[in-house]
Each structure stands twice: as structure tokens, then as C-alpha cells.
């Protein structure tokens, strides 16, 4: 009997689909709402440490002379940090005409960390 004439074996039967956990819609759901609850409070969180929620003050410094302050530059008092320089400008007080360039107004805010 010839090799060639051999019958071929019955397809296999096709696997069954794998099941659908329940409720997976809900479940993602969920889980999207839980992520995005955990990322705005991670924000809060880290506004509240860095000090976004605390009072703060202006503090306006008129002087003579502004030599050696900058912007961006540390404010201590008694050694403890005070805050930083947000700005300086020039003014002119009422009544008062400065010599040119030597009255500086800045303004102090919170010690960032």
C-alpha cells in the first residue's frame, strides 16, 4: 500500500473563546476614577507642603540705596529667612524728588523651599 493515498486526519475542533470577566466596563470605570482621584490629591497635597495655602504678606522696603539687592535674591531678618525679592522699581515719593536712580521699592514675599 503506497504512503501517498493516506487518509488526512479530522480537522481539530476550534478552541472556545476565552470568557469575558464580569462587569469589566465597571471595573476599568473605577479604576480610571480612583487614578484620577489619587493624582488630584497628590496635587493638593503637594500645593499644601510647598505652602500654596498659607497667608502671605507684602512687605515694601523704600531705601535710599538699592545697591546689592536683586531679583530672585534671599531676604533674612535676625537670620531666620524672611522671603525673596520679587521685584524692585524705581518711584518717586510724594513731595519728594530723589536723586536720580537711588530710591528702590521692592517687595518681599514668603520663603520658598
Do not use: C
Not at 500500500?1 to 465597571?26: G, R, Y
Not at 522696603?61 to 546689592?68: I, M, Q, R, T
Amino acid at each position: 500500500m503506497p504512503m501517498n493515498d493516506a487518509i488526512p486526519p479530522p480537522p481539530l475542533p476550534e478552541p472556545p473563546a476565552p470568557a469575558t470577566p464580569p462587569h469589566l466596563e465597571a471595573k476599568a470605570t473605577l479604576l480610571l476614577v480612583a487614578l484620577v482621584l489619587m493624582v488630584g490629591a497628590a496635587a493638593l497635597y503637594l500645593s499644601y507642603a510647598r505652602g500654596a495655602f498659607e497667608a502671605t504678606q507684602t512687605l515694601v522696603l523704600v531705601a535710599d540705596d538699592s545697591e546689592g539687592v536683586s531679583v530672585g535674591m534671599d531676604i533674612t531678618f535676625a537670620g531666620f529667612p524672611v522671603g525673596r525679592v520679587r521685584r524692585t522699581e524705581q518711584i518717586v515719593l510724594v513731595g519728594q524728588v530723589p536723586p536720580e536712580g537711588t530710591t528702590v521699592k521692592w517687595a518681599l514675599t514668603r520663603m520658598e523651599g
